[in-house]
């Protein structure tokens, strides 16, 4: 069904659960404000690949009114090689209607980070640090499980989730917008 004007698109299918809790959270402590939530899927096609911009548009009705925020991991690229990989699909048409928030290195850092762990270790290896504090080895399909762990309050001095943050504030903007129920 066609209709949905804010989107939040992550890059795999156990992210959508990851970012919906956390969307809860943010919403529940008044970090961000919203009037109606996101649609949160996962996005349409890969990264790289040329029918992202059409999956994406497929999915709006109005392509004059909609807005998606896509995050990524940056997967040790620059945050700007990251974006423009995104950014280059669309052109200059759909710009205003588009944000992109880089994760570095993976969306694991967020959640190792949020639970407590070392920044500096949850950057460069936060599998294994998530691994060492769950006394199991992490496998990708425990992060929307493990975000309950998350403490939000931990991931409000990152950068990247600081982009995140003004990236939710721009798509929660309620200004004549709505979402998909």
């Not at 690949?49 to 497929?58: D, M, Y």
């Not at 993976?106 to 949850?122: D, K, P, T």
């Not at 460069?124 to 762990?149: C, F, N, V």
Request: aromatic share 6%; proline share 3%; net charge positive.
């Amino acid at each position: 069904m066609k209709g949905a004007y804010r989107l939040l698109l992550v890059e795999d299918t156990y992210g959508v659960e990851f970012h919906r809790k956390l969307v809860d959270m943010l919403v529940e402590r008044a970090i961000v404000s919203c009037c109606c939530k996101p649609r949160i899927e996962r996005i349409p096609a890969g990264k790289c690949n040329q029918a992202l911009r059409r999956k994406v548009l497929a999915k709006v009705f109005d392509e004059s009114s909609w807005k998606a925020l896509i995050v990524i991991d940056s997967e040790r690229r620059s945050i700007e090689e990251a974006e423009r990989g995104i950014l280059n699909h669309f052109g200059r048409e759909h710009s205003q209607h588009l944000k992109v928030v880089v994760v570095d290195p993976r969306h694991e850092a967020w959640l190792c980070i949020g639970m407590g762990l070392g920044r500096g270790s949850c950057r460069s290896d936060p599998e294994l640090e998530i691994s060492k504090a769950i006394g199991t080895d992490y496998e990708k399909h425990m992060l929307g499980k493990l975000a309950a762990r998350v403490s939000i309050e931990s991931l409000l001095g990152e950068p990247d989730f600081q982009s995140y943050l003004e990236g939710l504030r721009w798509l929660l903007d309620c200004s004549g917008m709505r979402a998909l129920g």
